[in-house]
């Protein structure tokens, strides 16, 4: 399907563009930029190749080959990193629902200094499957299949202002133009242009203060153009080296459609902040914004071979403010507080990340909540954990969450993408899901891994519920410097119930093993 919104992206994204390649190749920012290659080829026996429903299940056969390119720049002045993988596929019967000929993913993010000390750009690009419903298969590793997945394209440009006012302020102006598209016919491709304004007090004073101001328009031509507009005052008090108490006073103001709502308020919250060392923090806060209380909490505890985090956050958001922001677990990020300790310097120590995570092959993110397409506001609460724990063989990954949203829009902006019976399905939605990695080594070229994951969608208006359950184990091989192969056994499993069998929801299980070869150049 066309994109319906592309006019109204033509300007801001393109003309930007050019500063873009500018940062890239100037001389004064630049160091060698790394180039590699790939290829990568799998051959897949499956039992149910498109996750039919029990019954509909079709085997088959799957060769897929990927090449791929990744780029690497690290710079004082520009970092950048993007990668490129076009799957091809193959089968041996060709007459099977649902599935793909060809798929490509893409990740790209970029941060440059233009002007030092005043002027910055940040931009970020993306390609790749996400489910069009929470009650489906969620799977995200088997490119071919067509079931409950869509491409989600997202791209973000910011270019802001940073500087410090004499010895008492610094001072934030930033602007984005981001898009998010797919080809599901329902959902609105939309465009949105944020301008954020920040002024806060200069270093760790015993008093401290800011102000916020940020204004957000969305382009939207099915769901139809909404905007928000949130302003704040706060303060800080630090009673203690350690301990700091927060306050927040504001007025948020959204436009969306509802029937007789509130969409604007006052806001206001109280909480504080503690620091007892440089390896634990907490952070609570209790407030009140117009659709109700609000709370918020944020944890985190290093050791020398843990990292644990915990949060919980109630906000308003979109499904296509998730797929600009994911919710996932960052695998890098866990494993940069692990080696933290090891390697002070953050370049050496993200060197020594990236190379620990092609060694093990363990996955650069565990999802940690299931997104789903919607053009209606929602309230969210999210609760999220996660936990590294490394020894001197294995490595273990847990994240957990559990995450209520309710919608706040009108109903009728997603009728053609539920229809009219299921209308109210994403009214009200209860999702938690538990995703385990575990990797060992058994020499220095070869690792075990196993991944598991359970997840639970419930839709509190209607009573459908979907579970899913995935497990796979895998053992990895390092031939050669730039060759390496894998061998993986899974198995997924999924039910619907509450008299659901329509729109992705399905009872459906499925036994595969896979065979992987890639080599880099």
Known sequence: MADRSARGARLPGRALLPLLIGLAFAPSSRAEIKV?????????????????????????????????ISVVENTPRLQMAGSYRFHEFAYTDRNAPNLHDSQSDLAATLRARVIEDLLF???DASRNQQAVSAFGPQVSDN?????????????????????????????????????????????????????????????????????????QNLSDRLAGDSSSTTGSA????????????????????????????????????????????????????????YFGKSRAMRAMHRSRHTVWNLSYDESVTTSRQQYLLPSTVDTAALLDGLFMASFPDPVLRRQAVEAYLQATGLPSSLPNTVNYLSNRYM??????ASVAITGARSTVLLSANDTRRNALSLQQTDSQL????????????HIRGLVASYSYRLSS????????????????????????HGLR??????????????VELRRLQGSSDGGFRGYGGQNYTENAISATLTSTF
């Open 36 to 68: 590699t290659p790939s290829v990568t080829v799998q051959e897949t026996w499956t039992d149910n190749v498109n996750l039919a429903s029990s019954g509909q299940a079709r085997s088959e056969f799957i060769t897929d080959i990927a090449p791929g």
């Open 121 to 123: 750009l940040d931009a």
């Open 143 to 215: 490119p071919y299949t067509g079931n409950n997945r869509t491409n989600v394209s997202t791209w973000r440009v910011s270019p802001y202002l940073a500087r410090r006012i004499g010895t008492t302020a610094n001072l934030l102006v930033r602007y984005t133009r981001d898009s998010v598209q797919t080809s599901v016919i329902g959902y609105g491709n939309t465009h949105g242009d944020t301008a954020d304004v920040a002024l806060s007090s200069v270093g760790d004073q015993r008093i401290g203060w800011n102000l916020q101001y940020d204004r």
């Open 234 to 289: 706060g303060l800080s008090w630090r009673v203690r080296p350690n301990f700091s108490l927060t306050g927040m006073s504001g007025y948020d103001r959204y436009d969306y459609g509802t029937l007789g709502g509130r969409t604007q308020g006052r806001s206001w919250n109280v909480g504080y902040t503690y620091t007892p060392s440089t390896r634990t923090s907490l952070t609570m806060s209790f407030g009140r914004h």
């Open 379 to 384: 309230l969210q609460h999210q609760f999220m």
């Open 418 to 429: 539920l229809g009219s019976t299921l209308s109210n399905l994403n009214d009200n939605t």
């Open 445 to 468: 070229r070869t690792d075990a891994i196993a991944l598991a994951d359970i997840s639970r969608s419930e839709s509190l208006d209607t009573g459908i519920r979907q579970n899913n």
């Open 473 to 486: 184990v895998s053992l990895r091989h390092q031939f050669q410097r730039k060759l390496q192969g894998a």
